[in-house]
């Protein structure tokens, strides 16, 4: 009963929730630089890979699993194509995919995505101004990249080139693809068998 009442919620605030669920490693970023550093003018290093790993944790694979769940039922119910949901759930996998790609640009000094900015430097000293605009940056970088890929037009300013990076973009583009069979099987699915309800009510009809 408690599950099926939170797929029903997650399923009407899709949307909002992978949006909010989005935010945390960004805004997790943010507290590191502000409370991490020992200064604001000092060398800043790249977290450390559990704590980055927890944000891809909870920014991707958490919110893939909510998106898995909500299209799994969504292909089940044939009475209806709900054009909304499967929209939220496509823009759900862009922010998901963003973030992903953000939280690897930042697991490391060296880049994951080569034209992405870097987070973090060997030798520049920066101040927590600087890295709140890289940031942002880096945010607007991953979006962008996660919508060239999803909708697989690739303009090749922004290439993945750490064997993470190259895994994320192929998944995602997969699943731009995926995505876009799965809509189209689900609309004529719902066509389907709309006309078989009416072929079967004219074939009671006509017995009657």
Not at 81 to 104: D, E, H, K, Q
């Amino acid at each position: 009963m408690m599950r099926n009442a939170a797929v029903q919620y997650l399923e009407d605030h899709l949307g909002v929730s992978i949006l909010f669920i989005s935010l945390i490693p960004y805004g997790s970023l943010l507290t590191y630089l502000r409370f991490g550093l020992h200064s604001l003018d000092a060398l800043s290093p790249a977290p450390h890979p559990a704590f980055l790993l927890f944000l891809f944790a909870i920014g991707v694979v958490m919110p893939l699993c909510g998106i898995a769940i909500v299209l799994r039922r969504l292909i089940r119910q044939r009475h209806e194509f709900r054009l909304r949901m499967l929209l939220a759930c496509y823009f759900s996998l862009i922010l998901v995919f963003a973030t992903g790609f953000a939280v690897l640009q930042a697991s490391s000094v060296d880049p994951s995505i080569k034209g992405m900015v870097a987070m973090w430097d060997r030798d520049l000293s920066l101040s927590f101004g600087e890295h709140w605009m890289r940031v942002h940056r880096l945010y607007f970088d991953s979006l962008y990249l996660s919508v060239t890929t999803i909708t697989t037009v690739g303009y090749g300013d922004l290439s993945p080139s750490s064997p993470w990076a190259r895994m994320l973009t192929s998944l995602e583009g997969l699943a731009g693809v995926g995505f876009l069979g799965l809509a189209l099987g689900h609309y004529f699915s719902v066509c389907l068998h709309e006309r078989d309800c009416q072929v079967s009510q004219e074939h009671s009809e006509t017995s009657a």
